[in-house]
């Protein structure tokens, strides 16, 4: 029996328990909590089954142009296909046979874009002519002085969530997954990547001082995990199936510092079953990327700030990793549900470093995600918080709370059932579910229907419906403590007490034992006893932008003077969302003075930040006094 339509499929198939495979076209979700209120696509209707771009990246005018192809499978009686567009410079579409189909663009909503409706007329394959605009939000274009190397441009893309429609005119929903194939165009002394599969890692020569770079994606994804970045790039193999690229200049510091990362698939393996996608490649990017990884796939991208040549920010890697099988593999279905990608990952990501690092470095990670979970319940609003809600409204989950949150609920579980039969149902989750999207309300239902399986009392321990539809922490939550930490906590008694700064041997201190440090530091400190903090552990000038950034926070709630040279540098430097959002929520704080800083660091550092962090810090600066 054929299914003419996936949607129809996936609801009459149960999925088998044996591991699932990519399969084309993936089906889609019908159930109301699968609908994604951030699309104008209608996949019951008609959807994008394949996406082919052939695209030039025109580095002067700052856009990307040319064509995208489109796959359509539609419900009988279909006459139309809605795609997702924002700020799209649209300029024909038409069919397979050339012939120009009709179409319109709907009202532009200054978050969600504007609909492209086409008529399709027969058609099963349609061709959008386009180019995307300089400001596109998914797009950054660094200058040459950006970059490590300070010669060439540089550009790359961030999907999630929805930015993807600001240079793909596509269905841009994780629910509804497409393979896709890629041709970009670019001036012939860069080098374009993507998150797929490279075809011609040389280029092929297109004319004019041009080069094409042609990409493969044969399983289906989220169209937010469509990735692009050019600039001067070069690779270096780290193993038989993972390799880093980046800037030559910062070649040897990344491969020293994702030295590991074939250890971590072989764990990841171990643990929840085969790595699907082939290889694992990562892209080092130049320090205005605004996250710390994303998990685009075959291709993590990461933020340069992991480089502090001790391997303490791996975890990063081994998150992003993780995301292969908790986010690309099995998907949240609509934003709502993040928590299932990150809070998943959170988990996993422990997993990883647990078993290449052994428990106690594993145990520092998820002691500090504990002070974030506290942190961010309490900055939310306390207990009662409706943004602490694992399963909200799409984006609403406050802070990292689908991280710290979601991964406790994992962990909690866990330890209530037994590691090794928790890990065995987890193992089979991913295999049921390759390739799919998913909501709260289906994890649940798979927990129940696979690992619970009727016992009342276990139900009742565990407690699920209060973990993903209520908000707080419930009472059974298992808090991992670190030893190492623990001991930094005494360091820190002794600081609180008088003790002199150069009493406290920081020597080898890991990231977390500084972050422990320096965020546990009373919030309120005389001026001699920060100059003695600064002057004795070198903290403006530190390298490591974690310490950098969690002293800068200190010395703003100070109002301390002498750090805001290295403030100024540090946010001229580093657009990592994560490091420079607290210093200038911090410097809001600080009425006046805070304010006519923060305006002043983010009108010197504003053309260095990508679009959407630019417009975070925009709005965090503007807004009015609490
Ligand atoms: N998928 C996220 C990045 C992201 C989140 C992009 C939300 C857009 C919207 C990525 O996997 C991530 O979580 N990155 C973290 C690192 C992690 C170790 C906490 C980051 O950027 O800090
Ligand atoms: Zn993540």
Redesign the pocket.
Known sequence: MRFLFPALAATLFVAPAAAQEAVSPAPILTTPDARDVWTYARPEVARVTHVDLDLTADFQRKVMRGTATLDVLTAPGAEEIVLDTDELDIESVTAEDGRPLAWRLGADDPQLGASLTVTLDGAERITVRYSSKPGASALQWLSPELTAGKQQPYLFSQG??INNRSWIPTQDSPGIRQTWDATITVPDDLVAVMSAEMLTPEGVAAGEGRESYRFRMTRPVPPYLIALAVGDLAFRELGPRSGVWTEPTMLDAAAYEFGDVEAMIDAAEALYGPYRWGRYDMLLLPPSFP?????NPMLTFLTPTLLTGDRSNT??VA??LA?SWSGNLVTNATWSDSWLN?GF?TYF?NRIMEALYGPERAAMYSDLDWDGLERDIAAAGGADAPTTRLHGEPGATFGQLD?FKGSVFLRTIENIVGRERFDAYLRGYFDRHAFQPQTTAGFLADIRGHLIEGDAELERRLQLDRWAYQPGLPENAVHVESATLAAVDADLEAFRSGAPVSRIDTQGWSTQEWLRFLNGLPRELPAERLAGLDSTLDLSRSSNAYIRSAWLELAIANRYEPALPSLRDFTGRVGRG?LIRPLYAGLMEQGDWGKAIAQDLFANARATYHPNTAAQIERIITAPAQ
């Open positions: 999630q969530p996250y710390g990884g994303m998990e975890d990063v998150h992003e995301h990150e990952t990501e991280y994560l």
